[in-house]
């Protein structure tokens, strides 16, 4: 096993509270349909505008209120981006790798956040490929400048996680902060 050299680190359910999974729950009776758009937006099919127009049309909510929802629960991890500041980015690249539509990364995180703290960003809209599949994680190894052997994964979905693990990537399951640090620490200090 080879030294770890990067960890990245999925947004929503982990960087970010994943707004869509809480909309999609306000609608059980659309679960449906609506994870059928979230793909298709998150695979770059439709764009973000189509998306929140289309989630109106089945929900019954206006695109300003589909738009504030979505906005009003997208709440940043502080205390992981702490942690990912003071104990991480001074060892190891970091990477952001997320199954996300085009244009929405800018509705959560401000562009001098993404800047400094991450040195590859991989959005699947924007590369028309999607976690699991084992493609989008070797590119993101490849952007961050290292084998994916030598990257963690931290996700909170387990599918995305043996994605990960075919790609050939250490991987951690996001539940909880407290959870998620400290069996990073203990990944990292095995590797």
């Given amino acids: 096993m080879s030294a770890t050299k990067a960890v990245i680190f999925d947004c929503f359910g982990v960087l970010a509270i994943d707004a869509g999974e809480m909309y999609v729950a306000k609608f059980p009776q ?107 994680y070797a590119l993101a190894a490849r952007r961050l400048g290292v084998e994916p052997h030598e990257c963690v994964m931290v996700d909170d979905r387990e599918v995305n996680l043996f994605g990960a693990e075919t790609a050939g990537m250490q991987t951690v399951l996001y539940g909880s902060y407290e959870q998620a640090t400290k069996n990073l620490e203990r990944v990292i200090q095995v590797s």
Avoid at 33 to 60: F, H, K, M, P, W
Avoid at 70 to 80: D, I, S, Y
Wanted: aromatic share 6%; hydrophobic share 40%; proline share 3%.
């Fill in 30 to 136: 659309h679960v449906r349909e609506l994870s059928d758009l979230g793909a298709a937006c998150n695979r770059g099919y439709i764009d973000q505008d189509e998306y929140v127009r289309s989630v109106g049309e089945l929900t019954g909510d206006s695109v300003e209120r589909v738009r504030a929802l979505l906005r009003q629960e997208h709440a940043v991890n502080e205390p992981l981006l702490e942690y990912i500041n003071a104990n991480l980015k001074p060892k190891y690249r970091i990477g952001m790798l997320s199954n996300i539509g085009r244009g929405w990364i800018n509705e959560v995180f401000e562009k001098q956040l993404l800047e400094s703290m991450f040195d590859a960003i991989v959005l699947s809209g924007e590369e028309g490929i999607a976690k699991p599949d084992a493609a989008i």
